[in-house]
Nanobody, 122 residues
Framework: QVQLVESGGGLVQPGGSLRLSCLAS????????IGWFRQGPGKEREGVSY????????YYADSVKGRFTISRDNSKNTVYLQMNSLKFEDTAVYYC???????????????WGQGTQVTVSS
């Protein structure tokens, strides 16, 4: 069964850290660019960070630049999102997905995980 499974979400205080994991099963992540997306309460889904399959180039949304770090370990078929200095506005469900389109755009045939909740609260 082909799937992506996110983990690592939870409740954290402002300024805290979390590391999200995106584990692929049923296929190899080696040849896929991967993106992390999030959808906060009452907000549209937004792209947070991306990592390529080839040269490991990365992209970050301005809102998370300098605080989040994306990485991948193809030997573990896993992509990570290290989130530091978390803010209230980072509260959202975080999803990982393969990204096959240009400009880091998911295509209809890309794979998505089920999401993991991140709540930043004091």
């Amino acid at each position: 069964q082909v799937q992506l499974v996110e983990s690592g979400g939870g409740l954290v205080q402002p300024g805290g850290s979390l590391r999200l994991s995106c584990l692929a099963s049923g296929f190899s992540l080696d040849n896929y660019a991967i993106g992390w997306f999030r959808q906060g309460p009452g907000k549209e889904r937004e792209g947070v960070s991306y990592i390529s399959s080839s040269d490991l180039s990365t992209y970050y949304a301005d809102s998370v630049k300098g605080r989040f770090t994306i990485s991948r370990d193809n030997s573990k078929n896993t992509v990570y999102l290290q989130m530091n200095s978390l803010k209230f506005e980072d509260t959202a469900v975080y999803y990982c997905a393969t990204v096959s389109g240009s400009n880091w755009s998911p295509m209809p045939y890309d794979y998505w995980g089920q999401g993991t909740q991140v709540t930043v609260s004091s």
